[in-house]
Nanobody, 114 residues
Framework: QVQLVESGGGLAQPGGSLKLSCLTS????????MGWYRQSPGKQREFVALISPSGITTLADSVKGQFIIYRDNTKATMYLQMNNLKPEDTAVYFC????????WGQGTQVTVSS
């Protein structure tokens, strides 16, 4: 059974940083692409970032130059380094893995506020 557990969310001030982690178990982590989505209240879930098994990354235009996605296959963990946070980055962040079917984590809340 594939399981994803996010951590690292919380409260940050505008301009601050947070690093989210997504620990995966139950599958061969290094074989699959993974990524992050986020969802703000009243809005649809929004793509944030994707990383291939070999480490090729894709970022949403809204977070380019601000967020970094990377993975450590030895730890079966994917990360999202979020810098220069803005209030509009406030959302629940979900990690996922491109197994069949796609599996999702439970989400972690990120709140950016002064």
């Amino acid at each position: 059974q594939v399981q994803l557990v996010e951590s690292g969310g919380g409260l940050a001030q505008p301009g601050g940083s947070l690093k989210l982690s997504c620990l995966t178990s139950g599958t061969i982590f290094s074989n699959f692409a993974m990524g992050w989505y986020r969802q703000s209240p009243g809005k649809q879930r929004e793509f944030v970032a994707l990383i291939s098994p070999s480490g090729i990354t894709t970022l949403a235009d809204s977070v380019k130059g601000q967020f970094i996605i990377y993975r450590d296959n030895t730890k079966a963990t994917m990360y999202l380094q979020m810098n220069n946070l803005k209030p509009e980055d406030t959302a629940v962040y979900f990690c996922y893995i491109h197994t069949v079917p796609i599996q999702w984590g439970q989400g972690t809340q990120v709140t950016v506020s002064s």
